[in-house]
């Protein structure tokens, strides 16, 4: 059963994505509220452990930013998915690079929310649409200036291999190999999204387009650019 929390400053939008949750049948809302601040001051009150998802509008009527939201939830053991109007592109890219699961519009269908819980839940992230939408065009957001062994590297370690593993396919030694995870960390942090465990890479290497959400090929490296 997935525990999932609704923030959200409407009251009728929280009201529909329980019922929808409900009736997935493994989806339990622990919590529904209209501020990420009453969500931490119930855990607190009674100890509960941090919902597995929590599903927030991107702006709030509490004058809160979204960083500020996403990054304490984050921060507190949960995923996020945003889930809002999506018309404002640099708010959205502003939830993804503080850390935000993905995107999805409330026009999507009510079902496409429970499945985005659903996708979330099992430790993947979404990469649809609205995702793409904010992302594409914004190369300061988009862009670390990889290398192309760079690029490589990251597709086939962001796809699940390990790093020996890499190093074979693409023949060069683990250090050189490491070396590159290194140098890729460093990169981003440098633009201010920065990657410190295996699924930051993966969550950068979708943003990117250096792997799709299938997971991309990783039979070996592709030709030079």
């Known amino acids: 059963m997935t525990r999932v929390a609704l923030i959200d400053d409407h009251e009728s939008v929280r009201l529909g994505l329980e019922a929808a949750c409900l009736r997935t049948g493994d989806q339990e809302v622990v919590f529904s509220g209209s501020t990420v601040v009453e969500y931490l001051q119930w855990r607190a009150g009674i100890s509960a452990q941090p919902a597995d998802v929590v599903v927030l509008d991107l702006t709030l009527g509490d004058g809160t930013t979204v960083t500020g939201n996403v990054g304490r939830l984050v921060n507190d053991?949960?995923?996020?998915?945003i889930h809002s109007v999506a018309d404002r592109p640099?708010?959205?890219?502003?939830?993804?690079a503080a850390g935000a699961a993905g995107v999805v519009s409330k026009a999507s269908p009510i079902d496409d929310v429970t499945a985005a819980v659903r996708t979330v839940a099992r430790g993947e992230l979404l990469n649809n649409v609205e995702w793409a939408s904010a992302v594409e065009g914004d190369r300061e957001f988009?862009?670390?200036?990889?290398?192309?062994?760079?690029r490589d590297v990251l597709r086939l370690y962001a796809a699940g291999l390990p790093l020996k593993v890499v190093a074979d396919r693409l023949g060069v030694a683990y250090s050189t190999a490491k070396e590159?995870?290194?140098?890729?960390?460093?990169?981003?942090?440098?633009?201010?999204r920065p990657?410190?465990?295996?699924?930051?890479?993966?969550r950068r290497a979708m943003e990117d387009g250096i792997l799709s959400e299938s997971g991309g090929d990783p039979g070996g490296p592709r030709g030079a650019r």
């Open 77 to 81: 053991g949960s995923s996020v998915i």
């Open 90 to 96: 640099a708010a959205v890219r502003e939830a993804l």
């Open 142 to 150: 988009a862009d670390a200036q990889l290398s192309a062994r760079e």
């Open 180 to 192: 590159n995870i290194t140098r890729i960390r460093v990169k981003y942090v440098e633009v201010g």
């Open 195 to 202: 990657a410190p465990t295996k699924v930051d890479l993966l």
